[in-house]
């Protein structure tokens, strides 16, 4: 394959340009929001299921105190309707009153337990409700950092991408002065050889491999016409001649 000495060249720009193209993309895919995201997503999802099961067992103590609230209710109410029985003196059989005066007796000692109770749940539920407060606290300050770090990577991938689209609009110039047959020809080498299609003879060294021709590699360098595409003998990448190839 032949092609001018200046569109061989001009592949250079074109590698260039693609080797610049992969950096950015490296560098989007590996930001370091990436992975800081990623970490604050994980505390946060682990967060926010331990604030729905402790906003949950808020909810269950809630009911259990109000049902330990009503029977207190309809114990002490229990007790009144008996305290005002006895008290009206309607009872005058000494066995009912009697009945009536163990079971206000007994109503008072459910009235204490069950009070007691209420207590107890009510401390409970004072607990719980701190645990939801702290775990609230700590779900908006995750997500402060979370939305904090999105938003720098999100600025980082923008500038990233306009790069890339600057790259890629230049790409496209450059290549369209390429000769089809060359820029086919390369772009194969290039998903051949991890990005790197053509490189430059330099110092008699292949930029591509770094390695060094031999003499006998040098002699045919030097005797090929100025417009035919080389190869390098080690990589088999275009190899490029240019003023400082130290031919």
Known sequence: MNAAPADQIRLLDVQALDVRLSQLAHKRKSLPEHAEIDSLTKDLTQLRDLLVAAQTEESDTAREQTKAEQDVDQVRQRAVRDQQRLDSGAITSPKDLENLQREIVSLAKRQGDLEDVVLDVMERRESIQERVAEL???????????DDATARRDAATQELDAEAATATK???????AVPADLL??????????????????YQRRCEGCRLELNITELNEVRSAAADKVLRCENCRRILVRTAESGL
């Open 136 to 146: 609230t606290d700590r779900v908006a300050s995750v997500q402060s950092k979370v």
């Open 184 to 201: 086919s020809l390369y772009e194969k080498l290039r998903v051949q050889q991890g990005g790197v299609g053509a490189a430059r003879l």
């Open 170 to 176: 230049e790409r496209t110039a450059v290549s369209a």
